[in-house]
Antibody, heavy 121, light 105 residues
Framework: QVQLQESGPGLVKPSETLSLTCAVS?????????WGWIRQPPGKGLEWIGS???????YYNPSLKSRVTISVDTSKNQFSLKLSSVTAADTAVYYC??????????????WGQGTLVTVSS | VMTQSPAFLSVTPGEKVTITCQAS??????LYWYQQKPDQAPKLLIK???QSISGVPSRFSGSGSGTDFTFTISSLEAEDAATYYC?????????FGPGTKVDIK
C-alpha cells in the first residue's frame, strides 16, 4: 500500500521560503510515476502546485512557477517542495500525492494526510 | 476553468444526488471525481469520467465527455456527507472545480 507523509514547519514568516518534504513508503519513487503537490487554503478549494518524475523532470502551475521548486531524492524515497517569497495568501494545507499520468491526462490516486502551513510574522 | 453545480446540497438518506461539472473547453474523458471529508485528504472516487475505482461503493458513478460531466450518488448514505470535487487533468495546468458540499438532512 502506497503511503505518503508530509513534514515541515507549520509556521513561516512572510517573504521567507516554505519548505516541505513528502516521504513515500510502500513504493519506490525510482520505479516510476510522477509525484505532486496540491494545496488548499482554509475553507477553500484545491490548487495543483506542481509535479516531478523520478528523473527530475518537472511541471509547475504557471500561477506559481516563478516561486516554486520541486525536487526529488530517490535515495531517501522522498520529494520536496520549496515556495519562495510567501505571503498570507500561501497559508494552506499542503498535500503531496502520487500522480497517475498517461498520455492525455493525469490524476492523483494516493494522497498524504496534509500539513497546515501558516504564513505569519 | 472548471465549474460545478450546485455549490451546496442538503439531502435525505436514500435519495439520489446529482452534481454537474463543466469544463471551459473540451477535455475528452480526462475528468476525475474526489470526495473530501472534513480534515481529511481528498479520495479518488471516479477516473476517466465514468470508470470506477477499486474499493469505492458502486452507488458512486460518473458520466460525460468533452465539456459536460455528471457525478451521481444513487442512494445517499449518512457517511457520504462530504465535499465533492471534479478535476481535469488534460489541459495544463490541471484544475479542480470549486466543490459541492453535500449535507445530510
Amino acid at each position: 500500500q502506497v503511503q505518503l507523509q508530509e513534514s515541515g514547519p507549520g509556521l513561516v514568516k512572510p517573504s521567507e521560503t516554505l519548505s516541505l518534504t513528502c516521504a513515500v513508503s510502500g513504493y519506490s519513487i525510482s520505479s516510476g510515476y510522477y509525484w505532486g503537490w496540491i494545496r488548499q487554503p482554509p475553507g477553500k478549494g484545491l490548487e495543483w502546485i506542481g509535479s516531478i518524475y523520478h528523473s527530475g523532470s518537472t511541471y509547475y502551475n504557471p500561477s506559481l512557477k516563478s516561486r516554486v521548486t520541486i525536487s526529488v531524492d530517490t535515495s531517501k524515497n522522498q520529494f520536496s517542495l520549496k515556495l519562495s517569497s510567501v505571503t498570507a495568501a500561501d497559508t494552506a494545507v499542503y498535500y503531496c500525492a502520487r500522480v497517475y499520468m498517461v498520455r492525455g491526462g493525469y490524476y492523483f490516486d494516493y494522497w498524504g494526510q496534509g500539513t497546515l502551513v501558516t504564513v505569519s510574522s | 476553468v472548471m465549474t460545478q453545480s450546485p455549490a451546496f446540497l442538503s439531502v435525505t438518506p436514500g435519495e439520489k444526488v446529482t452534481i454537474t461539472c463543466q469544463a471551459s473547453e473540451g477535455i475528452g474523458n480526462y475528468l476525475y471525481w474526489y470526495q473530501q471529508k472534513p480534515d481529511q485528504a481528498p479520495k479518488l472516487l471516479i477516473k476517466y469520467a465514468s470508470q470506477s475505482i477499486s474499493g469505492v461503493p458502486s452507488r458512486f458513478s460518473g458520466s460525460g465527455s468533452g465539456t459536460d460531466f455528471t457525478f451521481t450518488i444513487s442512494s445517499l448514505e449518512a457517511e457520504d456527507a462530504a465535499t465533492y470535487y471534479c478535476q481535469q487533468g488534460n489541459k495544463h495546468p490541471s484544475t479542480f472545480g470549486p466543490g459541492t458540499k453535500v449535507d445530510i438532512k
